[in-house]
């Protein structure tokens, strides 16, 4: 089940991100394992998505590219950033979101912002990218980050529970 995170690790580093914020998240720790490993990688654990965009803006201008993972459900905290911060300015970033709320939800919590997920990013004009594939993540992750630095916006990767198995009621 972790080999989507070597794989999207290898395409985080083969897209030149030098930086990730993460809210801590158990879908995505096989990838934050990693990235916290490698000491060529500034790795910054926030409390809140938008914090988590500001550290990200702040290390773009810097000349670091980054990346921000958080869940879906946190989306919603950074919203404001993005938009008054990141599409106002043409700030890139990736965003590596593991989707929550959708096929094999436990938490009734998670599913309005699951549901929503899509028209939200639709509607600020952020491109998504659904991933569900393994062995085309690392293409798809590339590209995807390609797209965000090229364009100066932000670009999201959605990680679907089909690639990562999701989140397990315990």
């Known amino acids: 089940m972790d080999g989507w995170a070597s794989s999207l690790y290898q395409a985080l580093k083969a897209s030149g991100i030098g930086m990730v914020a993460y809210v801590p998240d158990e879908v995505t720790d096989p990838l934050l394992r990693l990235v916290q490993e490698d000491p060529a990688l500034a790795v910054v654990p926030v409390t809140r998505e938008e914090e988590g965009v500001a550290v990200l803006a702040g290390g773009y201008l810097g000349g670091v590219r ?33 989707e929550r709320g959708r096929l094999g939800e436990f938490n009734p919590a998670q599913v309005p912002l699951g549901r929503a997920l899509p028209r939200i990013l639709e509607a600020l ?37 089909t690639l990562t198995g999701g989140k397990v009621l315990r």
Do not use: H, K, M
Not at 69 to 95: D, E, K, R, T
Not at 134 to 158: I, K, N, T
């Open 66 to 98: 980054g990346a921000l993972v958080l869940q879906s459900s946190g989306l919603g905290n950074s919203l404001n950033a993005l938009s008054g911060l990141c599409l106002a300015y043409q700030i890139p970033l990736l965003l590596v979101v593991s």
């Open 125 to 161: 004009g952020i491109q998504a990218f659904w991933a569900e594939d393994g062995d085309r993540l690392g293409r798809l992750v590339e590209r995807a980050a390609a797209l965000a630095f090229a364009s100066c916006l932000p670009v999201a990767v959605v990680l679907t529970p």
